[in-house]
């Protein structure tokens, strides 16, 4: 069970500023997966604290496929849906937390949804969805508020779409919704275009968990990805090639249980590779993914040299 999730959180853009990751990615559904986008779909949840009675606002950034912030492959013929959720099973039914888009991952009550294609008029601007009443949400006690769900999806074309999100408490700025967090269960995102730039996202472990897998899809061999928490000190995960899934264990110490891991991404030191979209996903030992959240639960963990583990082989 997760308890007190919800903290005092002073700011909602996805990614956040402790990620230091530059941008979602959802690329249309004639892509190549090659590109980094194993499924043309990205789904986060974004929680609002129960004690909140005033709309929100869900505001994208750039949410058309047009210019330089996004990937062409020839000319830009892509079109990416927004649509966001709320009502009974948003979150609770099970498909909905599944990292596949299947079945009834739609779950819930369609509350809002826009298609963008190429529409120089959204590009490198905010679109504003609400406002949105909290009690449309679905009453979580275990995340202690209300939950929506926003899914980005690829119904045509074959570009990347760049994008980033902020949970609003006003309609045109971006100001926070105090208490609020997002979390998803696959992220996929872009690296910076930056020798040894380091990016890092944080999965949060509860008492249940006792190894976790740990599964990165077509990161092309740029750099390393490392594994911190308090009882690890930056221990490395097998890396993946173009297009590939790779998956990694370690076990999980009672210290860790409760607690936010940092995954942390730190790009090739020798040579740049550029336009580099990477996918991430981790399971517990019984295969359920763990949520990442993007303000980290606990706070940033400090690695902790008393606390020792053993490697599973």
């Not at 949840?45 to 950034?61: D, K, S, V």
């Not at 750099?223 to 998956?247: E, F, R």
Request: hydrophobic share 30%; aromatic share 14%; proline share 6%.
């Amino acid at each position: 069970m997760f308890c007190c999730l919800l903290q005092e959180l002073d700011a909602q853009p996805v990614p956040s500023i402790d990620e230091n990751i530059p941008y979602l990615v959802t690329f249309g559904k004639d892509s190549d997966p090659m590109w980094g986008d194993d499924d043309f779909c990205q789904i986060f949840f974004f929680i609002i604290p129960e004690t909140r009675n005033n709309p929100i606002y869900l505001r994208i950034y750039d949410p058309d496929t047009y210019g330089e912030n996004d990937e062409p492959k020839n000319n830009f013929n892509t079109k990416i849906n927004y649509s966001i959720y709320g009502g009974n099973s948003c979150w609770s039914n099970k498909d909905a937390q599944q990292v596949q888009p299947v079945r009834n991952y739609k779950s819930g009550v369609l509350l809002a949804s826009k298609t963008f294609g190429n529409e120089s008029q959204y590009h490198e601007k905010w679109y504003t969805f609400g406002p949105i009443n909290p009690f449309e949400g679905e009453l979580i006690e275990e995340f202690g508020g209300r939950v929506f769900k926003i899914i980005s999806e690829g119904i045509s074309g074959d570009d990347g779409n760049l994008y980033k999100y902020f949970l609003s408490s006003k309609p045109n700025e971006n100001k926070e919704v105090e208490g609020g967090n997002f979390f998803t269960y696959e992220y996929t995102f872009r690296l910076e275009n930056k020798i040894s730039h380091v990016s890092q996202i944080y999965p949060y472990i509860d008492d249940k968990t006792t190894s976790i897998k740990i599964c990165s899809f077509d990161w092309d061999k740029d750099g390393k990805i490392n594994i911190i928490s308090v009882a690890k000190n930056g221990l490395p995960c097998k890396t993946s090639d173009q297009g590939d899934w790779v998956m990694m264990e370690f076990p999980i110490v009672e210290e860790e249980k409760n607690t936010s891991l940092e995954v942390q991404f730190v790009k090739n030191q020798n040579f740049l590779v550029k336009n580099n979209n990477v996918s991430i996903i981790i399971q517990n030992q019984y295969g359920a993914s763990l949520p990442f959240y993007v303000i980290p639960i606990g706070g940033i963990p400090i690695y902790n040299p008393k606390i020792r583990i053993t490697e599973i082989e």
